[in-house]
């Protein structure tokens, strides 16, 4: 699986928004990005993925150049409860129950009023 | 939506003893689940991949002696910590994804915090 490379962590204020970016050299042509939040105490929960261009959900915007080898998260207005770590992951597409999600360092952002 | 859920919560154990972590998946059928371990302010690590009906795989340096795992049906994998130590105090994650194609990605239990005494 592609190694990912994050911000270790990113400060942000209520209302504006926040870009985090992943970078992704390796990646494979048939490898996806996917992208996780995690609060404290919980399991992650799904964002967002995508495969090129650009991705767009009612909760993030996922932003993929040409070249695949790095993508952007963008968050709209963030607000406090939007502070977690959000994980950037590259890899096959689940089309397989055995394809394992392997976790990098993740990107702690917090949100202040 | 697919939902995973993990009980107990939280548990908290004598040292020496063992415990018994269950994840089902609520409303589809995983043929795989996959475990994970997390310490304070770390990220996820694979621990295992849960087979339904076969052993589970474990990942290099986890002992299977120790963190047994079963996929006895579908919806069900259990992961047990035999002869917990405090070392195995952590934060165990479990997570499954529906192949029926309804959602994108995997889905994750709420985890279980084990801390032991």
């Known amino acids: 699986l592609a190694k990912t490379t994050q911000p270790i962590s990113m400060d942000s204020y209520e209302g504006q928004e926040v870009n985090i970016t992943c970078s992704h050299n390796?990646?494979?042509?048939?490898?996806?990005i996917t992208w996780y939040q995690q609060f404290p105490s919980q399991g992650p929960r799904f964002i967002i993925q995508?495969?090129?261009t650009k991705v767009t959900n009612e909760v993030a915007s996922l932003f993929i150049p040409a070249d695949r080898k790095s993508s952007t998260l963008s968050l709209p207005r963030v607000s406090l409860s939007d502070t977690a770590v959000y994980y950037c992951?590259?890899?096959?597409?689940?089309?397989?129950?055995?394809?394992?999600?392997?976790f990098g360092s993740g990107t702690r952002l917090l949100v202040r009023p | 939506g697919a939902v995973v859920s993990q009980h107990p919560s939280r548990v908290i154990c004598k040292s020496g003893t063992s415990v018994k972590i269950e994840c089902r998946s609520l409303?589809?059928?995983?043929?795989?689940m996959f475990w994970y371990r997390q310490f304070p302010k770390q990220s996820l690590m694979l621990m295992a991949t849960?087979?339904?009906?076969?052993?589970?795989?474990?990942e290099q340096g986890v002992e299977k002696d120790k963190f047994l795992i079963n996929h006895a049906s579908l919806t069900l994998s259990t992961l047990t910590v035999t002869s917990a130590h405090p070392e195995d105090s952590s934060f165990y994650i479990c997570?499954?994804?529906?192949?029926?194609?309804?959602?994108?990605?995997?889905?994750f239990g709420q985890g279980t915090r084990l801390t032991v005494v």
């Open positions: 997570s499954a994804r529906d192949l029926a194609g309804r959602a994108l990605g995997a889905f």
């Open positions: 390796n990646i494979a042509t048939n490898d996806y």
């Open positions: 995508g495969y090129k």
């Open positions: 992951l590259v890899g096959d597409a689940p089309v397989d129950s055995s394809y394992k999600l392997i």
């Open positions: 409303d589809f059928q995983a043929t795989t």
């Open positions: 849960s087979n339904e009906g076969s052993k589970a795989t474990y």
